[in-house]
């Protein structure tokens, strides 16, 4: 999996999480993004990624654009957008400072889903996971590359360690065009004791590179 570059977002420390304008088009790579997706795509070659690589993306501007250019420097074919790698949905936080998220994070160890609209831990888990299974399947007859966010993939990367999602904070974090593999784990409830609703909101302050 691939985490989208630095954003204008991330420069303006904002969450931009909302499917319109915005998310699709506006807010994409800052130049300094640019570099860190390619750089990361000569980081791939090494491990054996080239021009057969399979790269399914979301179709965030930030996100595509880092398949499209992590997809230019490896010499692989266009990138194929998945709208289940979109980001959370950060609900009535979307367009607010990004020291939100760590309300958010507060709210998934202490299971509070609903809090403020946002999506839940387990509806990305399921929607994550579905990406997954299907990219396996692809990947028996080429490498395969998931573009996508912070939260997206931090959850997706506890669902392959076979954790708890809503612990998904303890996974070390994965920071702006960094690549990491993923575990084989792929059921959204493994290690999750309780999955129900609870009350609402708690937290405090933030990473700025998140989203």
């Given at each position: 999996?691939?985490?989208?570059?630095?954003?204008?977002?991330n420069?303006?420390?904002?969450?931009?999480?909302?499917?319109?304008?915005?998310?699709?088009?506006?807010?994409?790579?800052?130049?300094?993004g640019?570099?860190?997706?390619?750089?990361?795509?000569?980081?791939?070659?090494?491990?054996?990624?080239g021009?057969?690589?399979?790269?399914?993306?979301?179709d965030?501007?930030?996100?595509?654009?880092?398949a499209?250019?992590?997809?230019?420097?490896?010499?692989?074919?266009?990138?194929?957008?998945?709208?289940?790698?979109?980001?959370?949905?950060?609900?009535?936080?979307?367009?607010?400072?990004?020291?939100?998220?760590?309300?958010?994070?507060?709210?998934?160890?202490?299971?509070?889903?609903?809090?403020?609209?946002?999506?839940?831990?387990?509806?990305?888990?399921?929607?994550?996971?579905?990406?997954?299974?299907?990219?396996?399947?692809?990947?028996?007859?080429?490498?395969?590359?998931?573009?996508?966010?912070?939260?997206?993939?931090?959850?997706?990367?506890?669902?392959?360690?076979?954790?708890?999602?809503?612990?998904?904070?303890?996974?070390?974090?994965?920071?702006?065009?960094?690549?990491?593999?993923?575990?084989?784990?792929?059921?959204?409830?493994?290690?999750?004791?309780?999955?129900?609703?609870?009350?609402?909101?708690?937290?405090?302050?933030?990473?700025?590179?998140?989203?």
């Open positions: 999996m691939l985490r989208h570059g630095e954003s204008v977002a420069v303006d420390g904002l969450i931009v999480s909302a499917v319109g304008p915005r998310a699709l088009v506006e807010v994409g790579l800052t130049e300094r640019r570099e860190q997706v390619r750089a990361a795509a000569r980081e791939a070659v090494r491990y054996g990624l021009a057969g690589t399979v790269v399914l993306t979301s965030f501007a930030r996100a595509r654009q880092t499209e250019e992590f997809c230019a420097e490896l010499g692989a074919g266009e990138p194929r957008v998945d709208e289940r790698l979109r980001e959370r949905g950060f609900g009535t936080h979307d367009e607010g400072p990004a020291t939100a998220y760590e309300l958010v994070w507060a709210d998934d160890l202490a299971r509070r889903d609903g809090a403020n609209e946002v999506e839940s831990v387990r509806e990305v888990a399921a929607r994550a996971s579905a990406v997954l299974l299907e990219a396996d399947a692809l990947a028996e007859q080429a490498p395969v590359v998931l573009v996508a966010h912070g939260d997206v993939l931090q959850i997706m990367l506890a669902v392959g360690e076979g954790m708890d999602p809503y612990e998904h904070r303890s996974v070390p974090h994965l920071g702006n065009a960094e690549l990491r593999r993923v575990g084989p784990g792929r059921d959204p409830h493994a290690g999750a004791p309780f999955h129900g609703t609870a009350p609402t909101a708690a937290g405090t302050s933030d990473e700025s590179d998140r989203g």
